[in-house]
């Protein structure tokens, strides 16, 4: 009696891999869509003062950089990430001192600027290489600069111990270089060209993070390389479109921040993608329209997210002109930026508790009486409006729009 052969379970197995195939009138509408979003975003972010750009452009990297290390449960240093990302766009003279932060910014930095250079293993393995500058991951030891090689299976796994849930397992270290091999041969061939009728830009992008992470080529940060390939490959789709528009911008569309945001609906689509379906050989095929409609879709939703956040930017800037026309003192114009950095609640922030005169006393080291002046003086020139009376009385930052937390009290 012969033994059955095991049922093929993942895409990679399936006969026809790596050939994935997508339903393009079933994505028209949402690429339509978010071809429109990414165009609003950057009329938007082209209309603002150079300076303005330069903020949400370095304020929107430091958020990506956050976001693609936190959906791998790792956790940045805030002011180095800053430091080092205002290095790499020119508007600092040091990096910051993490090196591991550093690596990371490194490879998300090169995939855009250097979108253009060929793709190969041996880039590929020096971005690896950067995230794990101690060739380290936490204190296990891992193969940097290199593909993996162990025996064991590659898993993703989750559960306590003894309970474990094998959500996917890639192909065998062995066929990891052959598999690369067909993976960057294929980004090359399908490389857009300016006027050329080619693959859609965003399709594209789905894909190469599909196939790479289908793969998982390294011992680890495959999920930060994958998502530097997307952006890559985005950075190649916006220079065909327009060849003076700077790649760097890819950072601006917040795709690694959606992704962070709904988490749980990213793993669940690439785990799906992943997974050959029906249980006849015949019922099994290599279509990810599914997985390419939740990337398109949701590269719309963080074209979007991202428009609010140039918005903030101009509403500041438009403010910071008009409190420019008012003789302010020294002591309001710190509050007031103060204010204005808190941002509001529908960016997630806001200035807790609103602002009180033993606060701007606080703040501005004066007395409460001058504290009550200044205050009095910046609501007569309508930069700052009040709520509540009395004791409750709170002073917020008077921006159309701008909705600050609630008082407690």
Same mark, same amino acid.
């Given at each position: 009696?012969?033994?059955?052969?095991?049922?093929?379970?993942?895409? #990679?197995?399936?006969?026809?891999?790596p050939?994935?195939?997508? $339903?393009?009138?079933?994505?028209?509408?949402?690429?339509?869509?978010?071809?429109?979003?990414?165009?609003? @975003?950057?009329?938007?972010?082209?209309? !603002?003062?150079?300076?303005?750009?330069?903020?949400?452009?370095?304020?929107?990297?430091?958020?990506?950089?956050?976001?693609?290390?936190?959906?791998?449960?790792?956790?940045?240093?805030?002011?180095?990430?800053?430091?080092?990302?205002?290095?790499?766009?020119?508007?600092?003279?040091?990096?910051?001192?993490?090196?591991s932060?550093? %690596?990371?910014?490194?490879?998300?930095?090169?995939?855009?600027?250097?979108?253009?250079?060929?793709?190969?293993?041996?880039?590929?393995?020096?971005?690896?290489?950067?995230?794990?500058?101690?060739? /380290?991951?936490?204190?296990?030891?891992?193969?940097?600069? +290199?593909?993996?090689?162990?025996?064991d =299976?590659?898993?993703?796994?989750?559960?306590?111990?003894? +309970?474990?849930?094998?959500?996917?397992?890639?192909?065998?270290?062995?066929?990891?270089?052959?598999?690369?091999?067909?993976?960057?041969? #294929?980004?090359?061939? /399908?490389?857009?060209? =300016?006027?050329?009728?080619?693959?859609?830009?965003?399709?594209?992008?789905a894909?190469?993070? @599909?196939?790479?992470?289908?793969?998982?080529?390294?011992?680890?940060?495959?999920g930060?390389?994958? +998502?530097?390939?997307?952006?890559?490959?985005?950075?190649?789709d916006?220079?065909?479109? $327009?060849?003076?528009?700077?790649?760097?911008?890819?950072?601006?569309?917040?795709?690694a921040?959606?992704?962070?945001?709904?988490?749980?609906?990213?793993?669940?689509?690439?785990?799906?993608?992943?997974?050959?379906?029906?249980?006849?050989?015949?019922?099994?095929?290599?279509?990810?329209?599914? #997985?390419?409609?939740?990337f398109?879709?949701?590269?719309?939703?963080?074209?979007?997210?991202?428009? =609010?956040?140039? +918005?903030?930017?101009?509403?500041?800037?438009?403010?910071?002109?008009?409190?420019?026309?008012?003789?302010?003192?020294?002591?309001?114009?710190?509050?007031?930026?103060?204010?204005?950095? =808190?941002?509001?609640?529908?960016?997630?922030?806001?200035? @807790?508790?609103?602002?009180?005169?033993?606060?701007?006393?606080? !703040?501005?080291?004066?007395?409460?009486?001058?504290?009550?002046?200044?205050?009095?003086?910046?609501?007569?020139?309508? @930069?700052?409006?009040?709520e509540?009376?009395?004791?409750?009385?709170?002073?917020?930052?008077?921006?159309?729009?701008?909705?600050?937390?609630?008082?407690? %009290?």
């Amino acid at each position: 009696m012969t033994a059955q052969t095991p049922r093929p379970r993942y895409i #990679w197995q399936h006969p026809a891999w790596p050939q994935l195939t997508f $339903d393009s009138t079933a994505l028209a509408s949402a690429l339509d869509q978010a071809r429109l979003e990414q165009g609003r @975003l950057l009329g938007l972010l082209g209309a !603002i003062g150079l300076d303005e750009a330069n903020a949400v452009q370095r304020e929107l990297w430091v958020q990506e950089a956050l976001a693609t290390a936190a959906i791998e449960g790792e956790q940045l240093n805030l002011e180095s990430l800053r430091s080092s990302v205002a290095h790499r766009l020119s508007l600092a003279d040091a990096p910051g001192a993490d090196r591991s932060v550093e %690596g990371l910014v490194q490879v998300m930095g090169d995939a855009l600027a250097n979108h253009h250079a060929a793709l190969d293993l041996d880039r590929l393995c020096r971005w690896q290489s950067a995230l794990f500058p101690g060739g /380290t991951s936490g204190i296990t030891r891992i193969a940097v600069g +290199r593909l993996r090689e162990h025996l064991d =299976a590659m898993q993703i796994v989750s559960g306590a111990l003894g +309970r474990e849930v094998v959500h996917y397992e890639a192909p065998a270290s062995v066929q990891v270089a052959s598999e690369m091999d067909r993976l960057l041969a #294929w980004f090359e061939h /399908t490389r857009p060209a =300016a006027g050329a009728a080619a693959m859609n830009g965003i399709v594209r992008a789905a894909l190469v993070h @599909l196939w790479f992470e289908s793969i998982h080529p390294f011992e680890d940060g495959n999920g930060r390389l994958g +998502r530097a390939l997307a952006d890559m490959a985005l950075a190649q789709d916006m220079h065909a479109r $327009d060849t003076q528009a700077n790649p760097a911008l890819v950072q601006v569309y917040g795709m690694a921040h959606q992704m962070l945001k709904t988490r749980a609906g990213y793993y669940d689509a690439l785990n799906r993608a992943q997974r050959l379906r029906g249980i006849a050989p015949e019922a099994r095929t290599l279509d990810v329209t599914a #997985w390419v409609l939740w990337f398109v879709e949701s590269f719309g939703q963080a074209c979007i997210a991202s428009q =609010a956040v140039v +918005r903030d930017a101009t509403n500041k800037a438009q403010f910071r002109q008009r409190a420019a026309q008012c003789q302010t003192n020294e002591r309001q114009r710190k509050v007031l930026e103060r204010l204005l950095e =808190a941002g509001h609640v529908g960016s997630g922030g806001g200035f @807790l508790g609103g602002m009180t005169t033993d606060k701007y006393a606080k !703040i501005t080291g004066t007395s409460k009486a001058t504290a009550t002046r200044d205050l009095a003086d910046l609501l007569i020139r309508g @930069l700052l409006r009040v709520e509540g009376v009395g004791k409750a009385t709170r002073y917020a930052v008077n921006v159309p729009g701008w909705e600050q937390p609630p008082i407690k %009290g």
